[in-house]
């Protein structure tokens, strides 16, 4: 695991991203062992998805007059 994070490393990456939890927890503690942690951090596919979708504004809440 460090040799590959540390390939990613030199390759020019902050993140990596993995859907499989096994490899989640690998790749965390090669990053702590490679001496990169706040250099790179590891993520799940699913919160990759989550951060970059689009979502409409929050529209205000309805109210009601002569309540």
Do not use: S, W, Y
Not at 19 to 38: Q, R, S, T, W, Y
Not at 43 to 66: F, H, N, S
């Amino acid at each position: 695991g460090v040799k590959r994070v540390q390939m990613a490393a030199d390759a020019g990456a902050n993140v990596i991203v993995t859907a499989c939890p096994f490899c989640m927890a690998n790749i965390e503690d090669a990053i702590k062992v490679a001496g990169l942690e706040g250099k790179m951090t590891a993520i799940d596919l699913a919160e990759l998805v989550d951060q970059q979708m689009v979502r409409p504004a929050p529209q205000p809440a309805a109210t009601t007059l002569g309540g």
